[in-house]
């Protein structure tokens, strides 16, 4: 079975989602804080391995950096080099060994990065999906967790239950 690549258009994302777009409005710092911890939650239960791109290329003397944070890859660009050019390469690279989808709500870069054989998934559609996956990690959070105070009858079922109380009671 083919490794699934997801690459992330990281300030696309940041600037199409509210949440992260409000956040930005006092700095970027706290809105690519708050997408990495999201990221990394989907991750958890995607399985991909999530490429996390953020543009860097106006950063003068930029030399790039590609770190991994809690459990993806964060990756800032060197100076003259832009996060869909970062992407484009490496979806071309990846293609051949793997599945590659391409998280972006930029028209001309969802072009490109089909005719290099990944797939697209637009920010709204990644927020969905992000969304789907919170919903489900919660649902089994709350089905596995334990009952107040963990004690065996409360873990009985009711008929169960009635025969120990009326034993209890006799």
């Given amino acids: ?16 989602w509210d949440e992260l777009k409000k956040l930005s409005e006092n700095g970027l710092s706290e809105a690519r804080d708050r997408l990495i911890h ?29 770190l991994k944070q809690d459990n993806i890859t964060v990756v800032y660009t060197k100076e003259a080099e832009t996060a869909d050019n970062y992407i484009e390469k490496t979806a ?12 972006t709500s930029d028209n001309l870069e969802q072009i490109i990065i089909m005719s290099k054989g990944a797939v697209r998934m637009s920010a709204s559609e990644l927020l969905r999906d992000v969304n789907r996956v919170g919903k489900m990690i919660e649902e089994k959070i709350t089905r596995e967790r334990p009952v107040k105070d963990n004690l065996l009858f409360d ?12 034993m209890r009671r006799s």
């Fill in 155 to 166: 873990n009985l079922d009711e008929k169960t239950r009635e025969i120990l109380e009326k």
């Fill in 38 to 66: 999201i990221l990394s939650n989907y991750q958890g239960v995607v399985k991909y391995d999530i490429i996390l791109v953020f543009d860097a290329y106006k950063v003068e003397g930029g030399t790039g950096s590609v």
């Fill in 92 to 103: 071309g690279r990846l293609k051949a060994e793997a599945n590659v989808l391409v998280a």
């Fill in 1 to 16: 079975m083919k490794k699934t690549y997801l690459l992330v258009d990281g300030y696309n994302i940041i600037f199409a």
